[in-house]
Structure formats: C-alpha cells, structure tokens
C-alpha cells in the first residue's frame, strides 16, 4: 500500500515537472546564465579559410530554416534544429574531439543558445559566428563594398575575400551538384559454387 502511493505521488509530480530537454532550454535562453559565460566566436573571414581550404577537421553546423539551408548552404555544412542538438544520430557526426564545430544562425543569439545547450551537453571545440550568417553573406555571397580597418593587412584581406568569392560559390555548386547524381543501380551478382 505505502508502495503504490509512493508511485502515484512520483507520477503526479513527473506530470508537472519539465522534461530534461526542456529545463536545458529554458536554462540557456535565460539572459543572465547567458551573460555569465564565454562564448568563443569566429570571424567570417577564418571560417571563409576553412571553407576554401576545406579543412577536414570544420564542421559546420547550420540551425537556419530548412528552406533557408535548401536554397544556399555552406560546404559541408550539416542542418540541424535545436530538437536535433538533443539525438543520438547527432554525436556520430560532430563528437569527434579534435574537430571544430561552427554554429551559423541567422542572428547571434540563436547561435549563442545552441553553443550553450552543445555544452552543456558536453560537446568541445565550439564557436559562434560572429555576425551570424548574413555577415558571412554580406562578405563572400553577396558582397557588399569592402571596409579596411587602418591596417598593413587590409591588402591582403582583400585578396583573399576576391578569391574567396569566386570560389566559394564554385564550392557551393560543386556540393549541390555531387547530391543531385543519382545513384547507380546496384548489379545483383547472379550464381554460386
């Protein structure tokens, strides 16, 4: 008896309490957990290097839209919603420890909560966007004019930006031309000993 109404009080409470998933959330969106912690951000002209030299330790992961990911997505990159920061299926691609894992949002802030929920989670070798993926856009995409900083290396950041938006482009294509092929029909072998 003492048994069983144990195990209604216990499934009374669970009714009312948040899942883990939910608490997670709620624990990340809120401002001030957000203002008391480092976030290590990347500049869209390192993740343009990485991309043009397409370094295999990068991964880039994109929490924009899947009509948003559909019409222009960054080489390589994986679309994932916050739903999926949570799976199974996630960690076979983004846990290796050595690699760094970029998050592209349309703003910041949706960047900043998946890099807290993601460590939270204990994933490493974590970065922001700065400027989210409109800065990346506005600087290799669909470039708007170029704004030097004052410094000796002005030159060649407009080297490498000119560069970058001829071949990133060409990257893109490449990526959305390799998934359009379809596949070749398996032949079945036929006969045996």
């Known amino acids: 008896m003492a048994a069983g109404s144990v195990l209604l009080i216990l499934g009374f409470l669970m009714m009312f309490m948040p899942d883990y ?13 957000q203002a008391s912690r480092v976030v290590k ?6 993740l343009a290097f990485r991309i043009v030299d397409q370094e295999p330790h990068t991964r880039i992961l994109d929490l924009r839209s899947a009509a948003s990911f559909a019409a222009l997505a960054l080489p390589g990159s994986i679309n ?14 983004i846990a290796q420890r050595h690699s760094g894992k970029v998050i592209v949002a349309e703003d910041e802030t949706h960047e900043r909560q998946a890099y807290l929920l993601l460590q939270e989670l204990g994933y490493e070798n974590l970065a922001i966007l700065e400027g989210g993926f409109p800065a990346f856009d506005d600087a290799f ?7 030097p900083a004052g410094n000796r290396w ?5 080297k490498f930006r000119k560069n970058a938006q001829t071949r990133i ?25």
């Open 21 to 33: 998933k939910t608490r997670l959330i709620r624990k990340v969106s809120n401002p001030s957990f």
């Open 41 to 46: 951000t990347m500049v869209p002209d390192e």
């Open 80 to 93: 994932l919603t916050q739903a999926d920061l949570f799976g199974n299926d996630l960690g076979n691609s």
């Open 141 to 147: 995409l669909h470039p708007v004019s170029f704004v």
């Open 154 to 158: 002005d030159e060649d950041v407009l």
């Open 169 to 193: 482009p060409q990257l893109i294509e490449a990526q959305k031309a390799a998934a359009t092929k379809t596949p070749k029909k398996e032949k079945k072998i036929q006969g045996g000993c």
